[in-house]
């Protein structure tokens, strides 16, 4: 692909230059003009300038692969000594969107070896098929047994979508497989989308820069489209009464086939503080000022029977826990109710929050990003907010108490 | 025995700044440094090289200012580093970039007679893109094992045994014998600052060796933008939704109406 500039119907306007994210075009003697070690070659000029003068050339030649014979979408599940994953349902969820709005089948994949009684009910949320991969082996993950497995099954039943968990397992297979099939791979997606142009195209939205900007990535000319996707992102679906048709491989591996060996699994002692699942979240970030501060956070969380988090600048300064940590680098999060006390709200933290049913956000300043993403918004010193809400719902309970009695 | 560390160059802020009227990245003032896992990376090397005296090699993609993160890993100790650079490398997503650093790995361990005893570092992942795949697709793309999120390392002989995050509550012990391709992550260890003499050494004794698309011998079809198999179809800057309910007055009657709405919401 190239971009050309037509000097001639170039007006110097620089409506282009604004449109570039990665500083790629300038103006030269009254004239746009490409920077060629800049330009990512994304298209957005052409469609920022108004007159017409710049045009993408896609100079690509089609691949040779027939896409047409790639159908159906497929998740590569994941458990956790047998138990199967939160986010798999979640993924079910979005894979039967995606599979009704193409038309096709959705499939999911299991590794394991005690998985046999959980197959039935994937059908209820929205599998129509399972393949379940059966191996005393697999009760542990081994890189090698998932790349070649899933691999093989892929040119097999050629899915045209497989989708897996943005989590360290997921993340090591994928890209492997990937390379192996000389397919995209788009990580850490935090949404999915058909397009609705080609009908068939898979969007995998995802931030990046960092986390400030959002960017759309296709996958046009080859098969499967892959993604890996942040666990949280999707709400598990409602159970539907529907049974999955249920494909049992045994697996023949050996452990002496395998180039890494597993020499032992060590416990991290550390009671497990599940963010995930909590249904309402307390927060804090800078604005809650110090260590002893996070007090006030606590006790809210502590009359509304919730969890305490914290964003990234809280754990940096040491304030809360990291296991803690809302946003990009920590967990994502959906409970039903987040108060956000002083955190200004950059993008890392918002797409750790974005699927709360209801966001409120406490904070100073009143054109900090967080307010973009509340329901209710309220300006002003947490340090007096806090603690008055924290009474407030002490005294309704009292109330309570009263009127039961 | 060969450590080959690949390194990238990443902007030096955790997030690059938008400037909302334009929409456009600031980009003023943003210098450039060694992606911090990928620092890492080099410290490992650099620790197994003191004890086995191994031979570690830095290798970069990127365009020719990546140089700089070059020089300062020759400062902190490396041997010698290589920057693949060429304007067909341009626009690269994953598969590509592993491809193009597959080719140098190969050519080095051609001309150095060295095929068996090797160690590939990668950092687990990059600050800019994030997306953890260039080590397991060069894994591949090598035909080696790979251990992800590595977190300790022991080397003996001519395996290692490597601890590895892949639950939260849980680290695996893995053992695979050379060559292996590891991802490590910041817990690993504390790199080192480059010394006086480091600086001095990279600066005025050691080179940069560049190479291009036709010294690697590279297939065109499977670098840069040709060879990527991803495409960005669209870059935004999420949309700003403004339509939450203020709530003002005094701080009592805050408190009550946030607690009133939560009620009729049916939270509380």
Known sequence: MSIKIDRENCTGCGSCI?????GGITLFDGKAKLIPEKCILCGACVEACPVGAIIIKDEKKEKKIDISQYKGVWIIGEHYNNKIKNYVYQLLGKGRELADKLKVELTLILLGSELDENLEELGMYGADRVIYVKSPLLRNYYSEIYVNVITDLIIEYKPEIVLVGATPIGRDFAPRISKRLQTGLTADCTGLDIDQETRNL??????????????TIRTPNSRPQMSTIRPGMFKVPKKMDKKPKIKIIEGKFKESDISTNIVKIIKRGKKRINLEEAQIVVAGGRGIGSKENFKIIKDLAKELNAEVAGSRVAVELGWIDPERQVGQTGKTISPRLYIACGISGAIQHKVGILCSDIIVA???DPNAPIFEIAHYGIVGDLHKVVPAITREIRRLKEEEKVRKY | MKIFVCIKQVPAISEVKIDRKTGTLVREGVPGMINPMDKNALELALSIKENTGADVIALSMGPPQAEEILRESLAMGIDKAYLLTDRAFGGADTLATSYTLSLAIKKILKETEESKNYLVVCGAQAIDGDTAQVGPELAEELNIPQITNVRYVELSENKIIAESIFQSDEIAV????????????????????????????????????????????ADIQKIGLEGSRTQVYKIFIPPQKNEYIKLSGTIEDVAKDLCQKLKEDKIL
């Open chain 1, 18 to 22: 604004n449109s570039c994210l990665y």
């Open chain 1, 202 to 215: 898979l969007l995998q939205t995802r931030p990046t820069f960092g986390g400030n900007i959002m960017a």
């Open chain 1, 362 to 364: 406490i904070n100073k």
């Open chain 2, 174 to 217: 893995i053992e695979c014998k050379l060559p292996v391709l590891i991802t490590v992550l910041k817990e690993l260890n504390v790199p080192r600052f480059p010394t006086i003499s480091g600086i001095v050494d990279a600066f005025d004794y050691k080179e940069v060796v560049h190479w291009n698309a036709k010294d690697l011998d």
